[in-house]
């Protein structure tokens, strides 16, 4: 795509926007310009959110079965266009073209699960609840539905909500990150093809001021974010000041608990796609690793420092490296690179030991990219400012934990609560680790404990701001609302 400023999509139309400026787009292993994004009005914003309005009736009383049958065609034009998807995923946002492919997988497996809608959305029926009475729960759409989309995964996180809530028979304005916007509008581009009416679904370029007409809206049902624990704060007050539902995805400070027992080779195997995949930049990145035992923090300090050096920085699309399962790109801005840097700092006066420092890392012929090498911290404390913060890049701390049970109070300590993971050949520690830790996604030997579409993904404490979590069958109480009936019928005829 060349460098134009890019449009919305509302009621089934391609619009030029009434911008009140733009954005430029940027690369960031190069950064050279891709586009333009612009940023939309609230009386744009409002004019979506109506088309999707007007849209609601006729869809919402479309069989469950006849609502799926775009997303069915929209599936096949995925396929179709998977690697174009990854590739553009990989050129606006930085990571490796193996994620990038990983992500788009994982929105496809969204809309498989969304497909069963008929049998998701299926409600309750209790016949004999009294004396001739029966009692019934219906499961109803409520009408527009919006999402703030995150830069870090444009292309699958936007699938954890919108096919769920189409299927269900609700309508949508999507507002993309103003980051990484050019793959949501090819997607968009592949939905126009797929059949669903116009206003069904709507797509609306901007900035803050996009994302505050859709929280304040007052034909606007609910809310879907993924962004920092700052931002998902801001935006639960928000909608319930403006008596929205709201789905608020936050931050994490993802945790790894090595045990005495675990098979080394494959944590530190592990380790090095959790840490440092995606540079980092994803909700489940393992960015804390503890250590059980002074033997085995030792082992996985030195061993993690030496698997860095398997690690290949340099630009995801340099058809040198494309393919190799190794490269890690840039992050994604130059601030998101001053902040990160602005960490390390940190941890080097709060006294960590900086074994690896990424700063200085700077590929050839990538002179305007952003890029961080991997970075591990030792000697690290509880309580540290590089332990408690989401720094959201290639940074590890590693803590050493005497036992067991001080590692799970170093996790429930921790303000985030998203995803952890524990490395034992142990069902023992493993069953505790499942039952005592406090995050909302758990693994036991994998680094990355993100559930499969069909089950739900959110984590607890300050990394989530709802108590209905994202995808699978769990996102469906979000999207609909139960209806109780109760009814009782007397034969026809003359009373007697």
């Not at 109803?140 to 919006?146: D, S, T």
């Not at 995801?316 to 190799?324: C, Q, S």
């Not at 994604?332 to 840097?341: D, G, Q, V």
Request: net charge neutral; aromatic share 8%.
């Amino acid at each position: 795509m060349s460098a134009e400023i890019l449009t919305n999509y509302i009621n089934g139309q391609w619009v030029a926007a009434e911008r009140a400026g733009t954005l430029p787009i940027e690369n960031p292993s190069t950064g050279a310009i891709l586009g333009h994004v612009p940023l939309s009005t609230a009386a744009e914003t409002g004019r979506a959110i109506e088309a999707a309005a007007a849209a609601f009736p006729g869809w919402s009383r479309t069989p469950a079965s006849r609502r799926v049958d775009p997303l069915f065609a929209l599936l096949e034009l995925l396929r179709r266009h998977e690697e174009d998807l990854a590739r553009s995923i990989t050129e606006e946002n930085g990571k490796s073209l193996g994620d990038a492919r990983a992500e788009m997988k994982r929105a496809i497996e969204n809309c498989e699960v969304a497909f069963g809608m008929p049998v998701l959305q299926q409600g309750d029926k209790l016949i004999g609840a009294a004396d001739g009475i029966d009692g019934e729960v219906l499961r109803l759409p409520l009408g527009v539905f919006g999402m703030i989309a995150p830069f870090n995964f444009p292309g699958m996180v936007p699938f954890w909500f919108f096919p769920y809530a189409l299927a269900a028979g609700n309508t949508y304005v999507l507002k993309p990150s103003e980051q990484t916007p050019l793959t949501l509008q090819r997607i968009t581009r592949l939905l126009a093809q797929a059949g669903f009416p116009p206003g069904v679904f709507n797509l609306v370029h901007g900035d803050k001021t996009v994302a505050d007409a859709l929280m304040e809206h007052p034909r606007v049902q609910g809310v879907s974010l993924v962004g920092s624990t700052r931002t998902c704060r801001a935006v639960a007050e928000k909608c319930v000041r403006h008596k929205k539902r709201f789905q608020a995805m936050g931050g994490a400070k993802n945790h790894l608990v090595v045990m005495p027992d675990a098979r080394i080779e494959e944590v530190i195997r592990n380790l090095l796609s959790s840490c440092f995949g995606c540079a980092g930049q994803r909700c489940m990145a393992a960015s804390a690793i503890v250590a059980v035992g002074r033997t085995t923090y030792d082992e996985v300090c030195r061993r993690l420092v030496e698997a860095c050096g398997q690690l290949v920085v340099a630009n995801p699309l340099d058809p040198a490296v494309a393919e190799n399962p190794m490269v890690m790109g840039p992050v994604i801005s130059a601030r998101a690179k001053r902040f990160i840097h602005e960490m390390i700092e940190t941890g080097v006066e709060e006294g960590a030991r900086l074994a690896l420092d990424g700063r200085g890392v700077q590929p050839a012929g990538c002179e305007g990219g952003h890029f961080v090498g991997p970075t591990v911290f030792t000697e690290v404390r509880p309580g540290m400012k590089i332990h408690e913060t989401e720094i959201f890049g290639p940074v590890v701390v590693i803590l050493e934990a005497a036992d067991f049970d001080e590692a799970v109070r170093i996790l429930n300590g921790h303000p985030y609560g998203n995803g952890a993971s524990i490395y034992t050949q142990s069902g023992y520690w493993a069953r505790r680790f499942k039952l005592e830790v406090e995050c909302g996604m758990i693994g036991v030997n994998v680094g990355i404990p993100a559930p499969v579409a069909q089950l739900p993904f959110g984590g607890m404490k300050a990394s989530q701001f709802s108590m209905v979590k994202a995808q699978g069958r769990a996102v469906i109480d979000f999207f609909t609302e139960r209806k109780v009936i109760t009814e009782r019928y007397w034969p026809e005829g003359p009373a007697r």
